[in-house]
Every structure is written in structure tokens, then in C-alpha cells.
């Protein structure tokens, strides 16, 4: 070789200058050069063409035609590259979700939009396609990375740390992207992270990476189901707009079905797409079929598919707890039960279905949230839909007696929650159970106290109702009575009759089923004043007839009483006062003769009350104000329990002036019934009591004060608060009165 001029296959170009000294340059691309002043021998290894170079390929998979959304997903992963470029390593970002939320359908949308940024390349590996499959080494990984960047087949024979130095070698400073879908370990990230700053890596996973954050400073982006917006765009564009906005309500349908899941809208409307005439209302039946028949049918498959998979890569302990979390009576613990819609809850019922302690629980919980297997928000936990069918599939692999301790726990764990909120809120109400009320209530004293306990109640009302429904199902008569029972308070407090009087009426069934008289005398009370405020007045006067003998066949003169009053009032409900009024009138001789102080005066108290309410509604005036009265005294006087002196019974002290007000406006006196009924609104706005509180509004609203709008405006809020349909009644009065 000439040494005043070389010329390499690699562009370099050399010459010796006048003075002597060596001009180098390169003409193009140069790999595998050399420079050196003096070399003695070159002994240069590698088997075959390693520095020729193919050229970089852009192997990403098409992306999808109907893409929507994931606008502020994208914003955020600009977000992690832009801050990347100040450190010295790649910008790894990770796409975390539930399979078949559309993580690995992001990630790609980005990676296609973005190619122009990566001269050098844009490389795909999906873990849980065929080709991720075969992978089953580093090496294999590296030698499928360099494949796609060009590197001939026969060059990749080499062993893993030869292609490793290989891969560091074609990666260093390049502009690369790398797309890894459904990543299970670190270890698939860690042997093939570029060695450049300028290179970014996309990561889908449904795993816990916490390692990868930790390691790359790794950004973590949540990926969730779509909103209802971009659902309904993603229906536009498949299906076609117009077809769409012909079937309102078949869509609205589809998209609770589908509760943002994009697979699973793509499903119903790939089929939509086949056939223009297909009916929407058809997509829907079909969708849910596919899930009802637990992965039969031709849909079905693909939903549990990607389910399973999820619960099978799950750490062993997380496993257990996903199955336990299956059997929670709102999420129908049993496969084909529906859900109890919406339905949340909280750390101590989960602690109750594992078995285990809180800390414990709180690990677990966790770990699903990691794992994308479930939700919270402000200390409440969810399954999405979706996750909770397949829980309750899989749970069905637990031996029965296992699910059944697990549920039983979960229910008497709500059911002594209940019992504690129900004391709470009333504490002089006899009760058929011992229930610990002795000490002081999780919920606080006074009025705040009440008030969260109502509010426990609330938001715990649906899985109470389902622990009932779970409950008689395995034929726990004697829970099913208990958790009708307990939710009393709340019955008087919000009349959630949608949801309860069908429990009530399974209670009914769990009381004949004990055979117990004061169970059938308790729960019939209860379902009687569901059916009279419901306005089923024949199921009313049946079921309240059934409780009344079964009272007087207990011997027991206070249930005697209370069943003549509750058959009472569902007369007076009826706006027959003058059937009503002998009811309530047995009931007051039988009061007076009780032989507990506090009973009595209570008891009195009560049926003076509905005397006054008959007498009103009789037209007798003069009547129905004394005994108004007289019941408002004697419910400020109650004998404490431990005998040291009286108490007042607030909440039914409010009602007394509630009807003391009516007479009084009744009878002429406008002034005397305003200061009545103004009393009793600061009395039940005190005891958080939202429907009594509405009612007393409109009352205030017929003394004629000029205020009239801004009592029934008062009152419609009061009854929103607790969902009832008098507020729309309201409304439509202020309109057709005031205008």
C-alpha cells in the first residue's frame, strides 16, 4: 500500500503535504476507520459484513385508521422527551394500562407521528405477538433490534456480548426510536437501551415497572378507558355519523357498555361496519351476550382473553387478592349476577374478603392499582366493569366453603358498620340484636356525628342492599333481617325506595323463613311504610295486617304498639284519617301502660303526635294543635338511659312543630305557624334530615310570606340532594304557579 496516498472502501482519504505531513479527510460515511500514526499490523475480527451498512428501517406496525383522543397522553410524552434532552441517557417513557384500554394503539399513533424525528430508525417489539414470543433471551432481543436496523442475517451469529457492543456501537448518538409492547420485566428494557440521549423508548406495559422509573428516570403515563366524547367521535368514524345520530338511545346504550373500552367498542362496531343494515341495538345485544356468556360466542373469546392475561402475569399474593375482590357481593359474586351499578369500596371491607390486616390490604390494593386491575379515589376503590367480570369468573375457581367464609366476613363487616351508624343516628329505638352501642361511635357525638352516619349510610346503601341479596341467596335468614333493620335510619332519612324496598321485600321473605314473630312483626313495619310512602296502599295494609298478628302473638305490648301505629299510618298516608285514627289511639293506651319509663314517654310522644296528624286531617282544628303540642313537650322530656334526668328527642320534636305549623296555619293563625315551621326547619337542617327539610320548605311556602319562590327553590335543592323525584314535582309547581 502506497503510503503518500490510500484510499479506503470507507471514504477516508489520505496524503502526505509538501511539509511532510499527513492530510486526512472523509468523503461520505465512514465506518470502521482507524487513524493512527504508525501501525505495525492489523488483526481485524469479525465474521462477515458488520460495517456494511443496509440502511435503517422503520418496522413499527400500521397504525389503526380510526384512532381518537389521547391528546393530553401525547402532550405528555412530548413533555418527557423535550425534558430528557437534558440528561445523558434516552428518554424512556411508560404507557401503563389495562389490556385493551389502547395503551400499545398510543404508542404506536405517537411513534408514526413522530418518525420524521428518527432518521436512524424506528424499531417495534410487541412481547405478546408471535415474533415477541420467540424471544426468549437478551440476545434474541438484540439480534431481532439489529435485524430491523439493517445488520444481515448471517452477521447475527455472534455471541450476546458481541452484539451487545454491536447494538451500543449502531445506537450511539442516534436519532432511534424503540417501541416496546407489553413489557414484563425490566430486564427486556435493560438490554436494549440505546446508547444515545438523542434516542427515545415507548413502553406499554399492564406491570408494575416501578424498577424501570427508578433506574431511567422514566416517565409513567396512566392510560385509561376514553371519555364519552371521544368514544362517540370513535363511533363517528367507524360506523358513520349519521347512522349514529338515527339511534340516540342505542348509542347511549353501547357507550355505558363499553365504559370507554376501545377494543371492546371497535368489537361492536367492526360488526356495525359489515353490514349497513344493521341495527345498533343488535351491537349491544351481542356485546353484552359475549360477556354474559363468560367468553363463549365469537366476541367473547377476545374479551376474556385479555383479561386472563393480565391475572395470570399478576405476582402470586396480588392473585389471591384480585380472586377475593371477585367475591364482593356488590360485584355479583357469582358469574351472571349483575352488578350493583357504581358500587365502590372501601379499605376495611377489602381487609374483611382477604382475611387480613389493613396494612396488609393496603399492600395488596396497591399492587392492583399498579397493575392497572383497579381504581381509587378518596380512599375508595373500584374494578372497572370490565376487570370485575373477570374477577368473579375467576373466582369461581375457589373451593365454596373458602368464597363463603370470604363473603360472610365481608357481610357481617358492613353489617356491624351499619348497626354502628344506625345507633348513631338514633339511639332510643329498640332493637332485636345486641349491638355494642355502649361505647363511643366511630361517627362522633351530637349532630356532626348523625350526620356522618347518615352519610356512611349513603354512600354504603348499595353494598349493604347486595349484602343482603348475597346473603339470602345462601340462606343467611338471619343477616338478611339485620341489614334491612340497620338501614332504618336511612330509610327515614332519604326513602331510597328504588333500591331498598326490593331488599325489603327479600327481608319479608328471610323473617317467614326464621320463623321468628318479632322478626315478621319488625321487617313488616319496615316494608309497610316502604309500600304506604311508595303509595301501594293494598301491599301496605296486607303486609302491616301480617306484622300486627305476628306482634300480638309475640306478647310483647310495646311490638303490639308499634305495629297499630305503623298500620295507622298507612291509612293516614291514604288520606283516610278517620280508619287511621283508632290505630293510633290503641297504640297510645298501649304506650302508657309499658313499664319502661323511657319507652313510655317516647312512645306517647309518637302517637300523640299521629293523633294530631288524624285530627288534622279530620278538619278538627283545636284538636289536632293541642295534640301537637302536647307531643312536642313530651318529646323534650325523655328519660335518659341511665336514668340521671330527661333529654330531648330532636329530630321527632321537628316533626311535632312540622304539624303544629300545619294546624296553626289551618286554623288562621299565619304568624304562629311561620314560628313553628321555622323552628322545625332549623331542627331537621341541624339533623341533616334532607326530605324533612323540603317538606317543612313547602309548608313555608304556603304562609304567604313574599318569599314563596325561595322556599320551593330551597326545596327542590333539599330533595336533589337525596335524589328524590318531588324535586322535579317542584319545580314543575314553581313554574305552573309563580312562572
Known amino acids: 500500500m ?63 385508521a380510526y384512532f381518537t383522543d389521547r391528546t393530553a397522553e401525547f402532550a405528555a410524552i412530548d413533555t418527557a422527551v423535550a425534558a430528557a434532552r437534558d440528561k445523558a441517557s434516552p428518554a424512556v417513557v411508560v404507557l401503563a394500562g389495562t389490556p385493551g384500554v389502547g395503551r400499545r394503539t398510543a404508542a404506536l399513533r405517537w411513534a408514526h407521528d413522530n418518525a420524521g424525528s428518527f432518521p436512524d430508525g424506528s424499531l417495534y417489539v410487541d412481547f405478546d405477538g408471535p415474533a415477541g414470543r420467540a424471544v426468549t433471551s437478551a440476545t434474541d432481543l438484540l439480534a431481532s433490534l439489529l435485524r430491523q436496523l439493517g445488520v444481515p442475517e448471517e452477521d447475527l451469529s455472534a455471541s450476546g456480548a458481541d452484539l451487545e457492543s454491536v447494538w451500543r456501537a449502531r445506537t450511539f448518538n442516534s436519532k432511534l426510536l424503540v417501541v416496546l409492547a407489553n413489557v414484563q420485566v425490566h430486564a427486556q428494557i435493560e438490554a436494549v437501551m440505546p446508547s444515545s440521549d438523542k434516542a427515545v423508548v415507548l413502553v406499554t406495559t399492564d406491570h408494575d415497572l416501578d424498577s424501570v422509573i427508578d433506574a431511567y428516570g422514566a416517565t409513567r403515563l396512566r392510560v385509561g378507558p376514553l371519555d364519552e366524547a371521544s368514544c362517540r367521535e370513535l363511533l363517528d368514524r367507524m360506523v358513520g355519523a349519521e347512522r349514529v345520530a338515527g339511534d340516540p338511545e342505542a348509542v347511549r346504550a353501547l357507550l355505558e357498555l363499553s365504559e370507554g373500552w376501545p377494543d371492546e367498542l371497535c368489537l361492536a362496531a ?37 383479561s386472563d392475561g393480565a391475572y395470570e402475569a399478576l405476582p402470586e399474593r396480588a392473585r389471591r387478592a384480585f380472586l377475593l375482590l371477585g367475591l364482593h357481593p356488590a360485584a355479583g359474586d357469582r358469574p351472571g349476577r349483575a352488578a350493583a351499578s357504581g358500587a365502590s369500596f372501601a379499605l376495611p371491607a377489602a381487609a374483611a374478603l382477604l382475611g387480613a390486616s389493613a396494612d396488609e390490604t393496603e399492600d395488596d390494593l396497591e399492587t392492583l392499582l399498579d397493575w392497572q386491575l383497579l381504581t381509587e379515589e378518596n380512599g375508595r376503590y373500584r374494578l372497572h ?46 332493637r332485636l340484636v345486641a349491638v355494642g352501642a355502649d361505647g363511643p361511635s366511630a361517627f362522633g357525638g351530637g349532630a356532626q356525628g348523625r350526620n356522618r352516619a347518615v352519610r356512611w349510610l349513603e354512600i354504603e346503601h348499595l353494598n349493604l342492599c347486595a349484602c343482603a341479596r348475597t346473603a339470602a341467596e345462601r340462606g343467611w335468614h338471619g343477616l338478611v333481617v339485620q341489614l334491612c333493620d340497620a338501614q332504618w335510619a336511612l330509610q327515614l332519612a332519604t326513602r331510597p325506595y328504588g333500591s331498598l324496598l326490593p331488599v325489603l321485600e327479600t327481608g319479608m321473605r328471610a323473617a317467614r323463613e326464621l320463623g321468628d314473630d318479632r322478626w315478621i312483626f319488625q321487617i313488616a313495619c319496615r316494608l309497610g311504610r316502604a309500600y304506604f310512602e311508595t303509595a301501594d296502599f293494598p301491599k301496605a295494609h296486607a303486609v302491616l295486617a301480617e306484622g300486627l298478628a305476628a306482634a300480638r302473638a309475640t306478647g310483647r305490648r310495646e311490638d303490639e304498639a308499634t305495629a297499630e301505629e305503623f298500620s295507622g299510618r298507612a291509612y293516614l298516608d291514604a288520606g283516610e284519617f278517620g280508619e287511621a285514627l283508632p290505630f293510633f289511639q290503641r297504640a297510645k293506651n298501649l304506650e302508657e301502660r309499658s313499664t319502661d319509663p323511657r319507652r313510655r314517654a317516647r312512645g306517647t310522644a309518637i302517637q300523640s303526635h299521629h293523633i294530631a296528624r288524624a285530627r288534622l286531617g279530620l278538619g278538627e282544628r283545636a284538636a289536632a294543635i293541642d295534640a301537637a303540642e302536647a307531643a312536642h313537650r313530651l318529646f323534650g322530656e325523655i328519660p335518659r338511659k341511665d336514668g340521671s334526668g330527661t333529654e330531648p328527642d330532636r329530630y321527632n320534636q321537628g316533626r311535632a312543630l312540622t304539624t303544629l305549623g300545619q294546624a296553626r296555619l289551618a286554623d288562621g293563625d299565619v304568624s304562629g305557624a311561620r314560628a313553628a315551621l321555622l323552628e322545625a326547619l332549623e331542627i331537621m337542617r341541624g339533623e341533616g334530615r334532607a326530605y324533612q327539610e323540603a317538606q317543612i320548605l313547602e309548608k313555608l311556602a304556603e304562609t304567604g310570606t313574599e318569599d314563596r319562590r325561595g322556599h320551593l327553590e330551597q326545596a327542590v335543592e333539599a330533595y336533589a340532594r337525596i335524589n328524590s323525584v318531588r324535586a322535579e314535582q317542584v319545580r314543575e309547581r314553581i313554574t305552573r304557579e309563580i312562572g
Do not use: C
Open 2 to 64: 502506497a503510503r503518500d496516498r490510500v484510499v479506503a472502501a470507507s471514504g477516508i482519504v489520505g496524503s502526505m503535504d509538501e511539509a511532510g505531513g499527513v492530510e486526512n479527510r472523509s468523503d461520505g460515511d465512514a465506518y470502521n476507520v482507524v487513524q493512527a500514526r504508525s501501525i505495525g499490523s492489523i488483526h481485524h475480527h469479525y465474521h462477515g459484513r458488520l460495517d456494511r451498512r443496509v440502511g435503517a428501517l422503520n418496522t413499527l406496525p400500521a397504525a389503526i
Open 270 to 306: 367492526g360488526w356495525l361496519r359489515k353490514r349497513s343494515g344493521r341495527e345498533i341495538t343488535a351491537a349491544v345485544r351481542r356485546l353484552r351476550a359475549a360477556r354474559d356468556a363468560d367468553g363463549a360466542g365469537p366476541e367473547g373469546p377476545r374479551i376474556v382473553a385479555v
Open 385 to 430: 366493569d370490565r376487570v370485575r367480570r373477570h374477577a368473579v369468573r375467576k373466582a369461581g375457581d375457589i373451593p365454596q366453603d373458602l368464597r363463603d367464609r370470604a363473603v360472610r366476613r365481608v357481610v357481617e363487616s358492613y353489617l356491624a358498620m351499619a348497626w354502628v351508624a344506625d345507633v348513631t343516628i338514633n339511639p332510643y329505638r329498640p
